[in-house]
């Protein structure tokens, strides 16, 4: 065995590279080989930042999305409605609703999604979390904001049924067909939740 | 030997359950009417624009298409069929029960297609909000009857004699249902009416319903192994059922 050993922190950065999504043994081998022939510069600020990140950055005691703060801008910003929680499943999803500049109140990050078959209930997913943040709080209302899918749908459930004590108001984003959408074009799965889900028209 | 692939059109299913793979992809376990439940991975379903990524989800009927020989078959297509409104509040854990229930009990490439059809009659009860525990009880007894794990309930396991409706009866792992004793009156106990009613799908009786919930659960436990559901557990988390 002439080179085994000799290559082994290669192998190890190889190996080490395929933790991120989508990489494969293939390209982690040509990440690790473009890193140490073509950029050791961004090699080392890569190693740096993403060490730093790791030690610095941890969930916001109020809202649980990522932050380096003890509580993060948005919580400790003063021009937000701290009547209003918006649960989310993710920071991505937050991000979205911000996009939309149609909501000023708080948030919660969920940083997941209840699924009994993979062996995620409420307590992986920090709905305990959930209820000290909004025990004695300012809330008003929760409006509950998790995909439309059928894990999102059964973890706007358990939320419905966790918070139904605090006697709060408990809303649940609409769903339905999209702006500018044409009925034509719509798919049958949607129209037929906003069949079932119609509401009288307020003109 | 060089055997041609198998492609199979339009067949009705269920997603019982799918996981990630990759970064677009999605290995999906589906319950068949006529292949019985089979993995298929839907690739790039995972991407925006996939025409199937909303498709893909549990509780809902769907046309498939799908190819391959190996165990691990690639879907073609995926079309929604419709009828049967998205299950909400608890029924969705109902539903959870019943797939894990399939995943675990169902062998793969197995058919069973008056199972199926009774899966698909029972999410429709729970997309109408029907009363869950008499829709549960039935198909639990429908899984283990086509397994062939149910014991005989309208004759006692031991004298061969018909089931007397006022009488006790024990559940004994070799004999099957048999007549209670003076020594068994610890174990559990099942009221003849409750073996008969569950002989004839019939819970209107209440306490037929709390009799044979727990029926259920000893033969369910005794095929399940020392693994429990995971639903098992999430449930005991939420006051839900
Ligand atoms: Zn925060």
């Given at each position: 065995m002439p080179d085994s050993k000799k290559s082994s922190l290669l192998d190890e950065l190889v190996e080490a590279l395929r933790c991120l999504p989508s990489v494969g043994p293939r390209s982690a081998q040509r990440m690790a080989f473009h890193l140490l022939q073509h950029d050791r510069h961004g090699a080392l600020k890569l190693s740096t930042v993403l060490s730093d990140a790791l030690n610095n950055i941890h969930h916001c005691q109020q809202c649980n999305n990522f932050t380096e703060a003890l509580i993060c801008d948005l919580c400790s910003s003063t021009s937000r409605d701290d009547s209003v929680l918006c649960v989310v499943e993710s920071p991505a999803d937050l991000l979205m609703m911000e996009h939309t500049l149609a909501y000023k109140g708080m948030y919660f990050v969920l940083m997941g999604k209840i699924s009994p078959l993979d062996g995620i209930g409420p307590q992986e997913i920090g709905l305990p979390r959930l209820i000290k943040r909004v025990e004695n709080s300012a809330i008003k209302e929760i409006i509950i904001a998790t995909n439309f899918t059928v894990e999102g749908e059964a973890t706007s459930h358990a939320i419905h049924e966790i918070l139904k004590p605090f006697n709060i108001k408990i809303s649940r984003i609409a769903r339905g067909v999209p702006v500018g959408g044409e009925l034509e074009y719509v798919d049958s799965g949607t129209l037929a939740q906003a069949i079932i889900e119609r509401r009288e028209a307020q003109f | 030997m060089k055997s041609s692939i198998l492609k199979i059109n339009e067949e009705v299913a269920f997603v019982l359950h799918s996981i990630p793979w990759r970064e677009t992809s999605q290995i999906v376990e589906v319950f068949t009417k006529n292949y019985g439940r089979i993995p298929l991975i839907a690739k790039?379903?995972?991407?925006?624009?996939?025409?199937i990524r909303g498709l893909l989800q549990p509780f809902q009927p769907l046309r498939i298409s799908w190819s391959g020989n190996n165990e691990l078959r690639t879907l073609r297509n995926a079309e929604w069929i419709g009828g049967i409104p998205q299950l909400s509040g608890s029924y969705i854990y109902s539903g959870f029960y019943l797939n894990e229930l399939l995943i675990r009990l169902l062998p793969r490439d197995d058919p069973h297609q008056l199972l199926f059809e009774k899966y698909y009659t029972t999410i429709q009860s729970l997309s109408y909000k029907d009363k869950i525990e008499p829709v549960l009880r039935s198909l639990e007894l429908t899984i283990l009857k086509e397994l062939g794990y149910s014991p005989l309930l309208t004759h006692d396991g031991e004298s061969d004699t018909p089931i007397i409706p006022d009488k006790k009866y024990i559940f004994d792992f070799e004999k099957g249902l048999i007549q209670s004793r003076t020594d068994s009156e610890n174990r559990v106990q099942f009221s003849g009416k409750t073996l008969l009613d569950l002989s004839n799908n019939d819970f209107t009786d209440t306490t037929t319903l709390t009799e044979s919930k727990l029926l259920m659960r000893i033969l369910l436990n005794q095929c399940l192994g020392d693994k429990d559901l995971q639903t098992r557990r999430v449930l005991q988390e939420l006051p839900l059922l």
């Open positions: - | 790039g379903s995972k991407r925006p624009r996939s025409p």
